[in-house]
């Protein structure tokens, strides 16, 4: 357990994936700390998944994504608060590898 802005955090997995040609494909797992509920309250799961499709000079295409589930409790203010994190997660790391495969390839 670690603590995010003095809130105790527990974490979960985010995966990430990179697949361009010639290259191998890359995946990765990492654990991501987000605020914790109570415990003795509903939950509701809140799952994010994007990808992008990358056009190449050489009329090829790569294609990356990120997805997160974050376990929350069943109520609107924590899932939206929970899908605002896990939306931003998301853009980030499918916005650094879009620009990672953009310069590789330029």
């Known amino acids: 357990m670690s603590n995010i802005n003095g809130v105790n955090a527990k974490s979960v997995l985010g995966k990430t994936h990179k697949s361009e040609p ?3 494909d890359e995946h990765y797992v990492e654990w991501v ?4 509920f109570a415990a003795d309250t509903a ?3 809140v799952n994010v998944s994007m990808g992008a499709r990358i056009g190449l000079p050489d009329y090829s295409d790569a294609r990356c994504g990120a997805s997160l589930t974050l376990p929350v409790a069943a109520c ?3 899932i939206e608060a929970a899908f605002q994190f896990a939306k931003k997660w998301c853009e980030e790391r499918v916005q650094n590898m879009i620009q990672e495969i953009q310069e590789d390839n330029s």
């Open 22 to 24: 010639g290259k191998p």
């Open 43 to 45: 939950t509701a799961n």
């Open 76 to 78: 609107p203010e924590e």
């Open 33 to 36: 700390p987000t605020p914790q």
